[in-house]
């Protein structure tokens, strides 16, 4: 019986793994992400430093701007429409990806011609905090499909072993995201110290700007290359990042399935 057991705990792994709905779920995850891999690594003080060029206290400030706003703000009004629209039972496989979409586009061209300018950084950068918007769809989809998979099997089994493989795969991706990103700004030439632990040696340890200083020294040897790359990263790729995650969405099976679609985004969906 026990071996009977761990076979059939497998052979569900397996099925599990190679799920087309888990996987496009988790593949729209991964794309609305990219704004919390830049924003929580080098790659947003970067972008107010040396693209926008404020200075250290202006940058901390206009950092918690974007935060509060696209974070709290944004977020907290983001939910509620969200909710309102499966309340009122609106196509969501419909209206969600257009705002995505449309959101993306918005802040792309913000960022590309008004970037440089503090005020305009700030919207672009802004409007780029979509996640919302993906993270409430992608959440009620997925408990759809686990609702799926417990008819289907009679039984919680599934579930569980999805929830496993869900966070299992979703770790790799977004941990392959960050170490690409910090690679990328590496092979550009970028190298940020570990301040932290270069300041509690002496004499250092007796300057309290030796911390803020080191971060300064390294903001202020940032490569035109590194520039660039940043400068793509928010203008382009995060953006195209959303448009993709929109097109997945926009062909979900349980979307086409409700808008009876038969166009060529919805065949073998």
């Known amino acids: 019986d026990a071996e009977h057991d761990d076979g059939s705990v497998l052979s569900a792994l397996w099925k599990l793994a190679w799920n087309g709905r888990l996987w496009q779920l988790m593949v729209i995850e991964w794309c609305a992400g990219f704004i919390f891999t830049l924003n929580n690594q ?68 913000i960022l590309g011609v008004f970037g440089t300018a503090s005020i305009g950084a700030l919207c672009g950068i802004t409007s780029l905090y979509l996640y919302y918007f993906v993270f409430a769809w992608s959440n009620i989809e997925f408990l759809s499909l686990m609702d799926t998979l417990k008819s289907q099997h009679h039984g919680e089994g599934p579930m569980l072993l999805t929830f496993l493989v869900k966070d299992i795969a979703s770790g790799v991706l977004n941990n392959l995201r960050n170490a690409v990103l910090m690679w990328s700004l590496g092979a550009t030439g970028f190298y ?44 382009l790729v995060t953006p195209g990042a959303y448009v993709l995650a929109s097109w997945l969405m926009w062909r979900y099976p349980a979307g086409c399935a409700r808008r009876k679609s038969r166009s060529f985004l919805c065949r073998d969906a």
């Open 42 to 109: 080098a790659a947003g003080t970067i972008y107010w430093s040396s693209i926008v060029r404020v200075d250290d206290s202006s940058r901390s400030v206009f950092i918690a701007l974007e935060s509060a706003l696209g974070g709290g703000v944004l977020g907290f009004v983001t939910t509620l429409y969200v909710t309102r629209l499966y309340h009122t039972r609106a196509n969501v496989s419909v209206v969600i990806p257009a705002v995505v979409a449309a959101g993306a586009s918005f802040g792309s061209a």
């Open 192 to 235: 940020e110290p570990d301040c932290t632990a270069r300041c509690a040696s002496e004499p250092a340890r007796s300057d309290p700007e030796c911390v803020a200083r080191c971060h300064a020294e390294s903001h202020a040897s940032v490569s035109r290359a590194t520039v660039l790359l940043v400068w793509a990263l928010y203008v």
